[in-house]
């Protein structure tokens, strides 16, 4: 799991306003160390559910207002940044739900299962950024959380691979079936019609996903929307992108290159000039180009 989806799309670094950027980086250094405890290491399973189990005890510190005994000095800084921000905690003990349930499911049955997944595990930081920047309005969380769960659905689509050999697969069996995708295919890394047809089905969804939320760039003030912008048009380019490989992302993991950025950029600022002079915003629906 990749809590971290800026890893991809780096320009929203640049582009987060300044103000943000030290408690948006606590933001995710705790999404890191989650990360870090359900991933990396040797640990066994069963010590990674106790190391989460100490960082949910860190969560219920800082609720209560004491210091924590696990990662003090994350905890403190989380505290800080909660306190100034009256930000809710809720987020965070959903993103340690998550990581906890990714350590022992390697497999989604249906989409049911792997949209609560996403709910949990990408939509807990879009819901923070809103209260950041005071904007945590009922529309605004829905359509974050529609460009969060397309940035989580694209990274399991790139990293197919790479999650196979984790032992995962994030594509819901409901649908690998339907479409007559076996495991033993993805461990053969075979592209084959069917392959090509559940990976088109995949991008199509994740694509409409992002395009539905994509209305939120455009409500959002200042350099945060901009943001929001180059985060869209970063994740629709990399849909184009596994497209334009021909679906095949088991053998070589999809990247944006330089003219993909060129092509993110110059969208972005098309999509960020179209709110500024109070015209049309130009269409996403399509971004084959």
Known sequence: MEPDHYDDF???RVLLPKALRAPVGVIYH???TLDDIADEGDWSPEERHTRLADFREGLNAVAEGRPATVHPMLFAKLANVVRQNRLP???FY??????????DTTRYADRFELMDFCRRSANPIGHLMLHLIHEATPDNLADSDAICTALQLITFLQDVSADWARGRIYLPLAERERFGVSEAQIAAGRVDDAWRALMAHEVARARSLMVSGAPLALRVPGRFGLELCSVVHGGLRMLDCIERAGYDVLRARPVLRAPDWT???LRT???WLSRRVGVRAPSIESNNA
């Open 94 to 103: 959903d993103l340690v739900t998550a990581f906890d349930q990714d350590i």
């Open 10 to 12: 780096p320009v929203a």
């Open 263 to 265: 092509v993110v950029l």
């Open 89 to 91: 905690l809720a987020p």
């Open 269 to 271: 600022a098309a999509m």
């Open 30 to 32: 705790v999404a890191r």
